[in-house]
């Protein structure tokens, strides 16, 4: 499987999380449809170029199981987030609750907001490992008071790598009278995904990691009820524009100045990519694998599973708890000496190391980690273990 892909095949890659990694054949579409635009830029960005992005929305649309005209693409889901920041009105008496397993990023996006408007940022303290889904659940809306006007929740977290239960999430916040952010970055192309089940009000998710798409292609959803309260983030030519579309959300969001959005274009086949290697059973195989080799690390590091080792809380990445002084110097290595690529990452006061299970990934890759792990305890310092 590793020949579908341009990986430097001298690298364990084991960091499909980050920043996924784009196969041949969709890195050629991607490469097409920058020829394309080079041939003849002004057809490309200021004539075609809205049918070929709805196009590619339509097939996203299908996919994740949605309205297109509910969808907008943008770079990343960092970028959406600041969209809704940006446009939820905050006062001093509103909080925003969230977890304290939140990607970095947009726990900085949210403070910010936070900070100009007076509005409360809650990270509601979760306990790990976590017991049950029931219990997760418990825990969270313990951050909930009558202050609360918006939920903020990763579908599957960054550093800590769990799937989170959003469904109920947003079930039970609608029931509260709450708005609903989810973000999705890891999810398409990972775990199933119907947003038309989930029911989130906001949904971002991001076809460049599972979806293997070219870097810088993301989407937003918003529920038709609230696509009129989200002014552009960039206001540019579909702001008050002279040829209105039929959406505003779509004229607002989509296009922000000039830029090659090729990207946003190769996502038709990306999902055709994995309708012809059958990726769901692909992955269904990957997340076998992870759950058979997750256990190796686990030992060797002296350390707990963060939750239960089933599908319920793990797709195709795992992360386990790691003591080290120094993170970076871990990383780099494990790169430089033994061809490892693997994040280690800081979350408050603890460290986490996550591996990724992708189609060209082994079980002896994992042994081999393992391996070095216990090599790097016995001759150095950078890894402590009780």
């Known amino acids: 499987m590793k020949n579908l892909f341009l990986l430097d095949k001298d690298i364990v890659y084991l960091n499909f999380g980050s920043f ?19 041939k003849e830029p002004v057809q490309f960005i200021a004539y075609n170029g809205i049918n070929y992005v709805k196009t590619a929305l339509n097939s996203l649309a299908d996919y994740i199981h949605c309205d297109s005209s509910n969808l907008v693409f943008v770079p990343n889901p960092t970028f959406a987030v600041n969209i809704l920041a940006k446009n939820i009105k905050l006062s001093p008496e509103d909080e925003i609750l969230t977890t304290n397993l939140e990607y970095g990023a947009l726990d900085r996006t949210w403070s910010f907001y936070c900070n100009a408007s007076g509005a409360k940022y809650v990270q509601q303290p979760i306990s790990l490992p976590i017991q049950s889904k029931e219990a997760f659940l418990k825990e969270f809306w313990k951050g909930y008071s009558d202050k609360t006007k918006v939920v903020f929740i990763s579908h599957i977290t960054s550093s800590t790598a769990l799937i989170l239960p959003v469904k109920e999430i947003c079930e039970e916040a609608k029931k509260r009278g709450l708005l609903t952010i989810v973000d999705g970055a890891h999810v398409p192309g990972h775990i199933d995904l119907d947003l038309s089940k989930i029911e989130a009000d906001f949904y971002t998710g991001a076809c460049h990691k599972w979806m293997m798409t070219p870097k810088g292609c993301s989407f937003l959803y918003a529920k038709p009820e609230f696509q009129k309260m989200l002014d552009p983030l960039i206001i540019s030519w579909g702001y008050e524009s002279t040829s209105p579309s039929d959406s505003q959300f779509f004229d607002y969001h989509q296009f922000n100045g000039t830029r090659d959005f090729s990207a946003y274009l190769t996502v038709p086949k990306a999902i055709k990519f994995m309708e012809k290697h059958n990726w769901k059973t692909v992955a269904g195989d990957c997340k076998e694998k992870l759950l058979s080799v997750a256990p190796t690390l686990f030992e060797v590091l002296k350390t707990n599973p963060l939750a239960p080792l089933n599908k319920e809380f793990y797709g195709q990445i795992c992360s386990a708890e790691i003591t080290t002084p120094s993170p970076e110097k871990l990383k780099e290595l494990l790169f430089n000496k033994y061809h490892i690529e693997i994040p280690i990452m800081k979350h408050g006061d603890k460290c986490f190391i996550r591996f990724s299970f992708q189609a060209f990934n082994t079980t002896n890759e994992i042994d081999y980690l393992a391996q070095c792990i216990r090599e790097i305890i016995k001759e150095t310092d950078l890894i402590q273990v009780n």
């Open 20 to 38: 996924g990694a784009c196969p041949k054949e969709i890195f050629e579409d991607y490469i097409k449809w920058q020829y394309l635009l080079e």
